[in-house]
């Protein structure tokens, strides 16, 4: 298939292209579509970039989508919308688009942004569906900063409580778009992805939407242990409070300008919820211990994922060098326990003994009930 | 058995008595009773005012439990503590005690006070572990208030994600003291619970606290619902993430002083969490939805709960009440539905609907995200 509606499309109309089509890219270009056929101010066509993959058929990933209207890899089953253009070309794929959705592991975003330099438009938005962070040498950088940086872009990020499968088939959900400075520009991402059965709204607050997006996988690794543990519902919810806990302060002391209220919203303890119930990183973390750690996470996602990767164990890794680098491990017991555990350092039941202590967080105690 | 370790008893020390003996509070009795013997604070003693009631093989319940040290009704297969002496007379549990922990179903409260008037000594310091509130025509009454108002001493109140037969076998877990004034007595109360897999705190928020473990159940009705539906995790995180956001949202309308820090506590987020995984309330509602309402709350509670109360319905009922007297209900769409559903006004499915469009909360939105 070609180019879709292209009668209806003027020069103000906003033109929208998804970089990654994985299982969360796939559902993100679906909603996506069947508002830009609905909404005049956006183009119909949704191009998405496919990072290319030879089917077991030999068929072309890319051109089964674009026959069948189906991701059949990576979201099978559900039809994406026949003005989904699916593209393997990146530099082709982002030409004429103004709005730019990034959903790929978040490893091969700084590799993405280099092709990209140079290739865009002049009046391109961008906005973030990864969960990940960049981790250097002078600390951690949130994936909407370095695209900011690399490709001179304002990026917003959109996270939440974001099961793909169950938005695909249109099950009732939330998310959270997270702005700096532009409410008019969080408003047009609002109305991109905005459906009856998903219910998006802005907070002006990046980096807090940002770090819960990235954090809650190491919480729900943490979830996870505590299922293959079998101790119970009250450990459990003990256990991802004491996350959402440490998420909350950990973004604070990186980024003073992190709001509380951010953490009440789908992006904070939504997305630890559903995350911790049912995503993918609690799932291996569960099968970690139920193995008592004797197969690695490596061998468990290859075993389970079936080619999805899994955020938490890398997250929990750079989140440990960042707290290692500060020297703020004592303070963040449950977020360093995780990534000592993910490594063999500790047994699965470490993630208990080392939460029962509440840490002494002096240092960033504005009140009693800061932390 | 009778009254044990008196020899080391002196004038400073504390008395506990436990007013109720059901499933949390011979919980509540074993945690304490522990601490008791431990703690030269206080008394060994704890006393358990036990309703009496006489087993099918005719024995009465209060001598199996002084035979035992095990409540065979509500909490089979669990030690008590040999110090832990059982007393269906209400008058003399009382007598000598100068702390008073109250943890019985909220309906009764009102009839256990009035039997206290009087018989209560004089430096009495109270707490609840009751969930619920007492409606009059002037609006709600917490049961902490209603304690304070009746027989005019300090009461506190203890929430958090406490699932009594988790705590029982020594799982992890967490609790909320709330305190109004004395930070010294709440401390106390903190010290008398606190076990190396029970952690307790306290917050200067003794409202926040108590709405927090009432309001919670209504939640767990709605996650419930959701469950059976078959509705998966992203909506239900959802609507447990309104649900939250509506308790906060009332909380602060009924009591101007209620902190938002209060709902990221184990009596918050967690205890949401808790009940809407694994909660009595959870139970009965999914299987209401799944018979598709065609049995009413009060037979599956007959059916599913041997004997138990279910304090989600009656508190949905409550708050309706609370809500529609002062014309709230359009404001908190999520627990006024519970009630109509629960009274069988709309079918189970209205949990997701009504709650997917978010009120507008002008009245109470001191910024864009009070709400």
């Not at 778009?177 to 059965?197: C, D, N, T």
């Amino acid at each position: 298939m070609g180019e879709v509606g292209m009668a209806g499309a003027a020069a103000v109309q906003f033109r929208v292209t998804v970089v990654g089509s994985g299982n969360w890219g796939s559902v993100a270009a679906k909603v996506i579509a069947s508002n830009t056929l609905r909404l005049s101010c956006f183009h119909d066509e949704v191009r998405m970039w496919v990072f290319e993959e030879v089917l077991p058929g030999g068929e072309k990933l890319s051109d089964t989508i674009n026959k069948n209207n189906e991701n059949v890899k990576y979201l099978p089953g559900i039809k994406l919308g026949k003005n989904v253009v699916a593209d393997p070309n990146l530099e082709n794929a982002v030409r004429e688009a103004n709005m730019l959705v990034f959903v790929t592991p978040h490893q091969f975003m700084e590799g993405i942004c280099n092709s990209l330099v140079g290739k865009i438009k002049g009046d391109v938005e961008g906005i973030s569906l990864i969960k990940g962070m960049e981790v250097r040498k002078e600390g951690p950088c949130l994936i909407s900063k370095l695209i900011t940086d690399m490709l001179g872009i304002n990026c917003c990020v959109l996270m939440g409580a974001n099961i793909a499968n169950e938005i695909a088939v249109e099950k009732f959900s939330e998310a959270t778009i997270g702005y700096k400075h532009s409410k008019e520009v969080a408003e047009r991402w609002v109305k991109l992805f905005s459906q009856p059965y998903f219910l998006v709204s802005a907070v002006q607050d990046i980096e807090g939407v940002e770090l819960c997006g990235t954090l809650k996988n190491v919480v729900a690794i943490a979830a996870g242990l505590v299922d293959g543990l079998d101790m119970g519902n009250n450990t459990k919810a003990a256990i991802m409070r004491i996350g959402l806990r440490e998420m909350r302060a950990l973004s604070k002391l990186l980024f003073p300008s992190v709001r509380d209220s951010t953490f009440f919203e789908s992006c904070g303890v939504a997305d630890v919820i559903t995350t911790c119930l049912g995503g993918r990183n609690r799932r291996v973390a569960e099968a970690f211990a139920r193995n008592g750690g004797r197969k690695s996470f490596d061998e468990l996602e290859t075993e389970l994922l079936q080619g999805q990767k899994l955020q938490g164990v890398s997250t929990a890794k750079e989140v440990y060098e960042v707290l290692s680098h500060r020297g703020w491990n004592a303070l963040f017991p449950l977020l360093s326990t995780v990534h000592r555990i993910c490594i063999g350092q500790l047994p699965p039941s470490a993630i208990v003994k080392h939460s029962e202590k509440p840490p002494k967080l002096s240092i960033v105690e504005s009140s009693a009930e800061f932390y």
